[in-house]
């Protein structure tokens, strides 16, 4: 009884606060508590949005991710450190472990300090490779900011990005398997460490498009990961500051839209996919539901229920133009490999369904469903049926396969013509007279 | 007083009563003693199934008795060859399931509560019970005393070579089999002696099901044939051979095809075709007998020289137009295996890798039948001085089963009941002259005729020869030590050869008491307990149907080795290094990896020493990817220690016996003890299993198979990470740039 009153009350809390789909506890760490200051829009934005925000730096002592081997937040939220590391709570295993359990984590990294030893061999364990010099930056020279950046051309103004690919969703506009850059630097810039003596072009890392400066890791149990290259992109001076590209117009800057998109996306309030009900089951009326057992050659239909969660509620998910959800019927490999098709529409899901006949083969099969897009959560649903072989009494009767009708004719034939020999053998038998002779014989 | 009534039980029809009595007592004697000397296994263990196709018999019995007999029939089971599945109800003998649990629910009828195990547990006891009794009936056909049947059924009763495959929980299809065949063939002596259509049904019956029953059933197909062809060759025709004949070919052949699992074997197989070629030889032999009533002589022999000549002709080149062609299948591989030893090492390796198709060692022939084995030439011989058409028959089975059990070891079973015949023909012929003959009548007459004429002593007959008291007594008594010694023999075999479960082990402790090693049930509960119900087990083949028996979960390959390739696959998972292993562990979706280890205890049985075979099994389906000569050491030793070749050292079998296995002993002495030496330092790196379970004696070790990293990182990179070494960095670090001048 407790405990449904607990889980009652856990429901009712996530009802009245969570926007996010999988929580709101949000740890920011953060070294210096006066810095806070800067980024006070930002805060106030994710208040707004119902997180509940914790503040703890990296060399407190309180500061721990698990409790009794369970998250103690779900999201994390890492401003640059000033130190060498962030600390024996925040090493790179555990901020691994913390992805494993299905925590989210925007770590914005800064050009004013070094990065740390410890953030760049997690990153490294990501696939991000940052900057062989810890305190590189990018820099264009033509695509700066005139007014605050006239001289050292580090301040970037760039486009909103687009999407990535045409059939994949763009969260981010008006924004390697697991990893997706979010926003590119233009084309013109390059990695340049404004520390070192003499500027050389040949000792560039990365140029242009090879240098994201926003990206996004996705992990298989879809936890997210987002490096932003720059904090001060979330400071509260650039959310509305007016600047001015090199021969351009004065415009203020998105930076505040583009962060809400970007913790939005980071702590599950967007791209979040959910599968409700998964039915397979014969094609006929009022066939059994999920059984665990089919037929060679059985007609069956599929049906998965798919959700996406849009910031506060979901809402059907529809698969974008150029794309699909692809059902796959396989052992070992995929027998059939079918689009699914939405069939119906609830208020919170679309329900796709695919129809078709299981394959000539007995063995056990797998419903499978993988669907892995950039910038969504995963979907891989696999649902295990045997598919068996004829029984005795399945097969079509003798005398119904037209083929078979010579031999029938002929068994019967035989039967007829042994009766028939019988029936005559014992009407000509020798009448007992003829044997007496014999016999006297 | 007492002599008189005792005369008045044994003479006269109340004689007969009495020995009919006393027969029927001395049977059930030794019925009672066949079936308690299988009991040593349970006595000494438990109510176990032994081995290892007891346990799918056993599985496949429960399901029988659980679903029925049409669900058995159209069993698909999705639980082994995963993800293939088996065609279970089709590709099974069912007679042993079926009789087992017609037996259960008898006793179920007459409100019995027994278990099904217990009916599994004691099938192949009482079954040999009633082989005894089919026993004396056929040896009862081979000769006129009764007490040549008598001793044939005591020699089945308690020979260890046929005891090796009936003690109790040796749940498997010889337990029936070899009583439906030594049934099967007095039935046949009986058709044949009587030329009897109700015979030849009961022996086609019989017959059927022995086809239900055991795949030996091949062993009568080709034996009643040759039998009548020899006969025929003898020139002994007869209608009775005709009738019983093809009364037994006919419904023996519709009643076999009436079995799933043989189908229309019996008229495409090659195994099958002496039969169907004796029948229609029958037929032609038939028609020539009744043409040559009508015909004079010469003309006769003509028409007969002709008619070899073309029916020869024609059915030798039919025969090889449908082999061609693939109407009737080639001979299989197990038969050729049969006639050339090197046949299966050299093309079959799945059928050499199994211990019990090697070819037999001498010793085993006295070790497995004690001195039967040489009393059974003496009854061979006993049979030629009669030889009526039961005797032929007793040669020609006694000459094929010789050869046959020579060439593999399981054979000796078909071997024992004749030898078992043979020998107590013979015994029984020394008995009865030693023990029944009296002195012969004109030797008493003209004893009598001396006495009355008193004549010279030195005339009298002395009493020496067979007739004498003292030659009686020599051979009585020294026949009925050797009798002793061999129901001496046979019980120390039983009880110390062959009542192992092998699931259970049991050894000595130095101070004699004995310790049981239980790591085979402990690893299949823990499996059982702690794996959810679909987890899918990779272990060698011999252990599948164990897993699948004790630990109830899906397997890959199992002991019904049908699909080589399967096993195969599994062979190269097992050989390869881990890069390789782990995709075709994904894509069979393994989840657990299981290896038997004996190195802790000396347990010679292991994976390891199998490991050969699996890497044999795997070159013959991938030989560009695993080659048995990288196994060796380049002076050609099967080694495990660091002179091991790298390849042996990267296999999956070798890091998952060896895992961890060094921290048992201080740094630098981990001893391998079945093999003998010393292996390396450190132990073998896993990146993509992790250990789940080691049993006490780490015999049974079991893995599991990891996800895919979260991350998507290598499974290496992520255990070095977990170990907390550092990623290098993939760029290197440049010189300072220099400046180009051209």
């Known amino acids: ?441 | 007083m007492a002599q008189s009534s005792l005369d008045a039980l044994l003479k006269g029809s109340s004689g007969r009563n009495t020995r009919g009595l006393l027969r029927i007592l001395i049977l059930c004697t030794i019925a009672a003693a066949a079936v308690s000397s299988r009991l040593f296994s349970v006595i000494r263990f438990e109510s176990i199934i032994h081995e290892f196709d007891p346990w799918f018999n056993f599985r496949a019995t429960k399901y029988l008795v659980q679903n029925g007999f049409y669900s058995f029939w159209d069993w698909f089971d999705d639980r082994t060859w995963h993800p293939l599945g088996r065609v279970t109800g089709g590709t099974l003998y069912p007679g042993l399931m079926v009789t087992s649990g017609v037996i259960y629910h008898i006793l179920r009828f007459l409100t019995i509560p027994v278990d099904i195990r217990n009916v599994c547990v004691l099938l192949a006891p009482g079954f040999s019970g009633l082989t005894a009794l089919a026993m004396y009936l056929l040896t009862g056909e081979m000769a006129p005393s009764p007490s040549a049947g008598l001793l044939a059924a005591a020699f089945i009763g308690i020979v260890p070579g046929y005891i090796s495959r009936s003690v109790a929980g040796s749940y498997d299809n010889e337990a029936i089999a070899i009583f439906l065949l030594v049934f099967t063939f007095f039935l046949w002596i009986k058709a044949i002696k009587n030329g009897s259509i109700m015979w030849g049904a009961l022996t086609a019956l019989f017959y059927g099901y022995m086809v239900s029953a055991w795949g030996g059933y091949v062993f009568i197909t080709n034996l009643i044939p040759l039998h009548v062809f020899v006969l025929l060759c003898m020139g002994r025709y007869s209608s009775r051979m005709y009738i019983s004949y093809t009364t037994w070919y006919a419904l023996g052949t519709l009643g076999s095809m009436q079995i799933p699992f043989v189908g229309f074997l019996p008229i495409r197989n090659s195994d099958h075709m002496s039969a169907l070629g004796v029948f229609g030889l029958i037929q032609l032999v038939a028609f020539a007998d009744f043409i040559r009533s009508f015909l004079p002589g010469k003309q006769f022999q003509k028409l007969l020289t002709y008619m070899v000549f073309l029916t020869f002709g024609l059915a030798f080149t039919g025969l090889i137009a449908l082999s061609a062609t693939g109407v009737i299948a080639p001979w299989s591989g197990r038969f050729y295996s049969l006639w050339d030893t090197n046949y299966a090492k050299i093309h079959i390796p799945i059928i050499a890798s199994v211990s019990e198709h090697q070819p037999t060692a001498w010793p085993a022939f006295f070790f497995d039948l004690n001195f039967l084995i040489w009393l059974f030439p003496a009854g061979v011989f006993v049979c030629f001085q009669k030889l009526k058409d039961e005797h032929v028959f007793v040669v020609i089975y006694s000459v094929l089963a010789s050869y046959f059990a020579g060439v593999m070891v399981r054979l000796m079973l078909t071997l024992t009941p004749i030898v078992c015949v043979a020998a107590a023909l013979a015994l029984s012929c020394i008995l009865d002259n030693f023990l029944v003959m009296s002195t012969p009548k004109g030797a008493a007459q003209a004893k009598a005729n001396g006495n009355e004429s008193k004549s010279l002593r030195s005339g009298r007959n002395p009493l020496v020869g067979i007739y004498s008291y003292f030659s009686k007594a020599v051979v009585t008594g020294s026949v009925t030590i050797y009798l002793l010694m061999f129901v001496a023999h046979c019980t120390w075999v039983t009880s110390n050869a062959y009542s192992s479960p092998s699931v259970v082990l049991a050894s000595r402790l130095p101070d004699g008491s004995q310790f049981i090693i239980d790591d085979y049930r402990e690893a299949y509960y823990w499996l059982r307990q702690n794996t959810p119900d679909n987890a899918k087990i990779m272990s060698w083949w011999d252990y599948g149907y164990q897993i699948g028996g004790m630990a109830d979960r899906p397997t890959l390959v199992d002991n019904n080795t049908w699909n080589n390739t399967h096993i195969a696959t599994v062979g190269k998972a097992m050989s390869s290094r881990e890069e390789v292993s782990y995709p075709i562990l994904r894509q069979h979706d393994v989840d657990y990896v299981l290896v038997v280890f004996g190195g802790l205890l000396g347990y010679s049985g292991d994976d390891l020493n199998k490991f050969l075979w699996m890497v044999r099994i795997s070159e013959g389906i991938w030989p560009d990817e695993v080659s048995e000569r990288a196994f060796f050491t380049a002076r050609g030793e099967y080694r495990v220690d660091d002179q091991a070749t790298p390849t042996m050292r990267n296999s999956l079998m070798y890091k998952l016996s060896y895992h961890n296995y060094q921290s048992l002993f201080p740094p630098g002495q981990a001893m391998d003890r079945v093999r003998g030496s010393k292996l390396p330092t450190e132990t073998p790196q896993l990146n993509t299993l992790e250990e789940a379970f080691t049993s006490e004696n780490w015999i049974i070790r079991i893995y599991k198979v990891k996800d895919l990293d979260n991350f998507g990182r290598d499974h290496s990179n992520a255990v070095a990470f977990d170990k907390g070494l550092k990623k290098k960095r993939a760029a290197k670090k440049r010189g300072p740039p220099i400046l180009r001048t051209e």
Request: with cysteine; charged share 20%.
């Open chain 1, 1 to 441: 009884m407790r405990w449904c009153l607990a889980l009652l009350l856990c429901c009712l809390l996530a009802a009245v606060n969570a926007l996010s789909s999988s929580g709101s506890r949000l740890l920011v760490v953060q070294e210096d508590s006066t810095e806070k200051s800067l980024y006070s829009k930002l805060w106030a934005d994710l208040e707004s949005r119902g997180y509940d925000l914790t503040f703890e730096s990296p060399k407190s002592d309180k500061l721990a991710l698990f409790e009794h081997g369970e998250r103690v937040y779900d999201h994390l939220l890492i401003l640059p450190p000033k130190a060498k590391g962030l600390g024996p709570s925040l090493t790179p295993k555990h901020i691994l472990d913390f992805l494993q359990k299905d925590g989210n984590i925007l770590l914005a990294l800064s050009g004013k300090s070094a990065t740390s030893s410890a953030i760049s061999s997690l990153l490294i364990e990501l696939d991000i490779h940052l900057s062989t010099d810890r305190s590189a930056v990018a820099v264009d020279h033509f695509n700066y900011d005139t007014i605050s950046a006239a001289e050292k051309h580090d301040v970037l103004l760039l486009q909103r990005p687009g999407s990535l690919r045409p059939d994949v969703k763009a969260f981010f506009d008006a924004t390697p398997p697991l990893l997706a850059p979010i926003l590119r630097a233009p084309v013109t810039a390059y990695g340049y460490n404004p520390k070192e003596e003499i500027p050389s072009a040949e000792d560039i890392q990365a140029t242009g498009s090879q240098l994201s400066l926003v990206s996004a890791l996705q992990a298989r149990n879809s936890a997210r990961f987002t490096v932003l290259g720059s904090a001060e992109a979330l400071e509260d001076q650039w959310f509305s500051a007016s600047v001015k590209a090199p021969g351009g117009k004065k415009t203020s800057t998105v930076n505040q839209e583009f962060a809400k998109q970007l913790t939005a996306w980071t702590f599950k309030e967007t791209g979040v996919l959910k599968v409700g009900k998964i039915q397979h089951h014969l094609a006929t009326e009022h066939a059994e539901r999920n059984p665990k057992i089919y037929r060679v050659k059985n007609e069956t239909v599929f049906e998965i229920e798919v959700s996406e969660y849009a910031y506060d509620k979901y809402v059907p998910f529809e698969v974008p133009a150029g794309d699909e959800l692809q059902l796959e019927f396989t052992m070992l490999s995929p027998f059939h490999r079918l689009a699914l098709q939405p069939v119906r529409r609830t208020e919170t899901s679309t329900v796709y369904g695919a129809q078709f006949v299981t394959p000539d083969q007995h063995g056990i099969f797998s419903f499978r469903v993988n669907y892995k897009r950039p910038f969504l959560t995963n979907i891989e649903e696999k649902h295990e049926v045997t598919v068996r072989h004829f029984a005795h009494d399945e097969y079509t009767r003798s005398w119904a396969i037209s083929g078979g009708w010579v031999w029938i004719a002929g068994l019967w034939s035989v039967i007829g013509g042994f009766l028939a020999f019988v029936v005559v053998w014992l009407y000509s038998a020798p009448s007992s007279a003829a044997n007496a002779i014999k016999k006297t014989q």
